[in-house]
């Protein structure tokens, strides 16, 4: 699965997520494995599995809008929420 990989830096909290499994990494990602202090205090950066890329802010913005897509996209097809506008 996705997971944070290792870094150098104690400020920086990594996540690692493949594209394929984006919305199943992510949930573990921001569920499991990063910390509340992860997530207020440290910066985020994101890498894909198997590209390359350096994230300076583009791809955790990327993958965020991704992740909250795929999200409201697999809710609304499930019947967890209903779609604006619909009673």
């Not at 440290?42 to 390359?52: A, P, Y």
């Not at 809008?65 to 779609?83: D, E, I, P, Q, T």
């Amino acid at each position: 699965g996705g997971g944070l990989g290792g870094s150098s830096s104690a400020t920086v909290a990594t996540v690692v997520i493949r594209r394929d499994y984006l919305l199943y990494d992510g949930f573990v990602a921001f569920t499991r494995e990063l910390t509340v202090f992860d997530l207020t205090r440290k910066r985020l950066r994101v890498e894909f599995v198997g590209e390359d890329g350096i994230d300076s802010g583009g791809l955790s913005k990327e993958a965020l809008l991704l992740l909250s897509k795929h999200a409201a996209w697999y809710m609304r097809h499930r019947g967890c929420v209903r779609a604006a506008g619909t009673h």
